[in-house]
């Protein structure tokens, strides 16, 4: 049951990071109602799944291959 939510709440991460591109770690963890640890490794489980992310110079995040020439 516990893995089942897991992965509800990654789909959700997921989700979130495509149609709110370009905010700091912050803003998404603040949305999700969680604290930015957990957000952050939210993000590594993301990555081990083979969903990138980059973080631009300003540290705010994108899928990567989206927006690379946004500054």
Known sequence: MA???NE??????????QRN???KASF?????GIH?????????MLDERGFRL??????CLWVFGEHQNEG
């Open 3 to 5: 893995r089942n939510a």
């Open 8 to 17: 509800a709440r990654l789909a959700e991460v997921q989700c979130i990071l």
């Open 21 to 23: 591109q370009g905010e």
């Open 28 to 32: 998404y963890a603040k949305t999700l």
């Open 36 to 44: 930015r640890y957990d957000f952050n490794t939210m993000l590594a």
């Open 54 to 59: 980059w973080e631009d110079e300003k540290g």
